[in-house]
């Protein structure tokens, strides 16, 4: 760069220019500007007069399809709310035969066999929540042997579709319980775009617990030393795992100023908790709530497999030949074992 082509020059060589030359600086600057800021430079400016009029004409179908889209993004969402309210009367349904408030056609009350009055006594379906959701391996991995009694008075889970802001906010229903004193429990995640969904944040119930109920915190006792003045254990508590650490989301700090001292693992880390934690309440959301009797019975897992492609068909024959050779040394192999 010549001395003249230096920046602090600039002013005194366009006091001598022409007023169109001028403009033309100043705006060759704010391209030479954007390219420093990393934005780039209209690429129509940088066409030929030909092809800028055919990517105009390409603009236009453009926002014709955006319109379309707009309108397809309007019209699926009143699809949405109208099957919504038409799946009610049957989650209310499910939800009355589940938990004994109605009884299906065919049972009576009948005297039974004594070895089967037990089960006579059950009302609804036991477990019914606990066990579908133990069906998911996403939420299996959540629940522990702990959780599973108190989510056996789980009695529904509902969702619906919050507007401001943009989300969804999923609700747990349970009979009480020696556990905590919520009949309620409540998960809402804000997203920034509800089409392209980017999680903002997440909230849930802060649960009250019943003395020595708390199931997402384990009392860790210590004997003190021998010797010690203070003959007391000592006694403290840390958090464990626990599904009903579902209701206490990650979240990002408040107040974060520029300078504080964040480094990328733990802002990857929070990033993976919270994508890990959207994952949760959108697997009960589109999989739980609407298929709940088939993850109970089990067929939803089965057919949550993804089909092998042809690919894979010359692995299937190879291993086929491995069995053969293998089957010749021990027939006690199956034929699936062996790879």
């Known amino acids: 760069m010549s001395h003249s082509d230096h920046p602090a020059d600039l002013p005194a060589a366009a006091a001598a220019l022409s007023a169109e030359d ?15 800021a990393g934005n780039p430079v209209d690429i129509l400016e940088t066409l030929s007069p030909k092809v800028r009029k055919r990517v105009e004409v390409l603009r ?9 889209e707009t309108k397809f993004i309007e019209e ?16 209310t349904k499910r939800y009355e035969i589940v938990n004994g408030v109605v009884e299906v056609e065919g049972i009576t009350n009948e005297p039974v ?23 998911n391996d996403i939420l299996a991995e959540e629940i522990t042997e702990r959780d599973e009694g108190a989510l056996k008075y789980l009695k529904d889970i509902k969702w619906c579709k919050i507007d401001n802001p943009k989300g969804f906010k999923l609700e747990f229903y349970f009979d009480s319980n020696p556990y905590f004193k919520n009949s309620l429990l409540t998960k809402t995640y804000h997203m920034i775009d509800d089409e392209d969904p980017i999680l903002e944040k997440a909230m849930g119930t802060t649960i009250e617990w019943n003395p020595g109920k708390c199931l997402t915190e384990k009392i860790l006792k210590k004997k003190p030393r021998k010797g010690s003045k203070n003959t007391k254990p000592i006694i403290k508590t840390e958090k464990c795992e626990s599904f009903f650490n579902f209701f206490n989301p990650p979240h990002i700090p408040e107040n974060v100023d520029d300078d504080d ?7 990857e880390e929070l990033q993976n908790l919270m994508e890990h934690d959207y994952d949760l309440g959108s697997t009960i959301r589109d999989k739980i709530i609407p298929h709940a009797v088939s993850w109970f019975t089990g067929e939803a897992a089965q057919s949550d497999f993804e089909e092998i492609g042809d690919e894979d068909d010359d692995d299937e024959d190879d291993e086929e ?7 010749v040394q021990s027939k006690r192999r199956s034929k699936g074992s062996t790879r």
Do not use: C
Request: no cysteine; charged share 40%.
């Open 321 to 327: 030949d491995e069995d053969d050779e293998e089957e």
């Open 60 to 68: 236009d179908l453009q926002g014709q399809h955006d319109e379309l």
């Open 22 to 36: 001028r403009a033309d600086l100043v705006n060759a600057l704010k391209d030479k500007l954007q390219l420093l």
């Open 261 to 267: 001292d964040i480094d990328d693992d733990t802002v």
């Open 113 to 135: 066999p004594e070895e089967e009055s037990k089960t006579a006594e059950e009302k609804g379906v036991p477990s019914f929540w606990l066990t579908a959701m133990k069906a």
């Open 76 to 91: 699926r969402a009143q699809l949405e709310a109208k099957y919504q309210k038409l799946y009610e009367p049957l989650y």
